[in-house]
């Protein structure tokens, strides 16, 4: 039976020309701009053998674009949140795609075994201190979207990660202030060291070049 509390609790949103099913202020509903991770990931994959993860993928947007753009890529997922890794995986079934994406509960990467060639994540990033600059996150999880301190804390500790679990020859492709942060293995140091830099001047360390 549906209830009307389910009704409400329950949305769709199309992501990258897919259908997915939300869950609006429980798990982030993903956003337009999360597709440049995915179309960098694409470019980096093509039609070859490739195995990604989605670090914090929430609804399972990324992976799930990911898996179908990218034929021969497997795919895993992970997301510390409980719902988010129900939601995500029933939109992994709605898609037919449980026999490419798998998603696992748990901090960062530390639900799967690596080497990766791409490792993408659009995890919280801005300071919980900034909550009420941004008024259009209100209908937004919290812990979703803001994260203590600088609030790069999850980036930094990915970039440590990454230096273990990405493949020769592998990238990491993050989204932050909603740009697109691509780094080979070789430039994680470099990255980790821009990440350094107190929160206020990150964008500046980080985007100076494209600017
Ligand atoms: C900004 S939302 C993005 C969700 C999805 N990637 C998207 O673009 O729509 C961040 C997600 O990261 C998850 N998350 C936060 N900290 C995490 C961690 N340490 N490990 C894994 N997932 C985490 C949250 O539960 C949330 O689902």
């Not at 990258?16 to 956003?31: A, D, E, I, Q, Y």
């Not at 080497?115 to 300071?127: H, T």
């Not at 691509?182 to 107190?198: F, G, I, K, M, Y």
Request: aromatic share 4%; with cysteine.
């Amino acid at each position: 039976m549906t209830t009307a509390r389910h009704k409400r609790d329950v949305g769709d949103v199309t992501f990258n020309g897919l259908k997915l099913l939300t869950s609006p202020g429980v798990v982030m509903t993903p956003r337009p701009a999360s597709e440049q991770l995915v179309a960098a990931a694409c470019a980096r994959i093509g039609d070859g053998e490739a195995r990604v993860v989605d670090v914090g993928t929430g609804s399972g947007a990324i992976a799930i674009a990911i898996a179908r753009a990218c034929p021969h890529a497997e795919v895993w997922a992970t997301d510390t949140s409980l719902s988010a890794v129900r939601l995500a995986r029933g939109n992994v079934r709605r898609h037919g795609l449980a026999a490419r994406v798998v998603v696992r509960r748990g901090d960062l990467l530390a639900p799967v075994l690596g080497p990766f060639d791409v490792i993408v994540a659009n995890l919280p990033y801005m300071p919980a201190s900034s909550a009420s600059d941004h008024p259009e996150l209100k209908a937004e999880p919290f812990a979703a979207v803001f994260a203590r301190g600088d609030g790069l804390d999850a980036y930094r500790r990915l970039i440590d990660g990454a230096m273990m679990r990405l493949a020769d020859g592998g990238v990491l492709l993050l989204q932050l202030d909603g740009r697109l942060v691509s780094a080979d293995r070789s430039e994680l140091p470099a990255l980790a060291a821009a990440l350094a830099v107190p929160g206020s001047q990150l964008a500046g360390a980080l985007f100076a070049e494209a600017a």
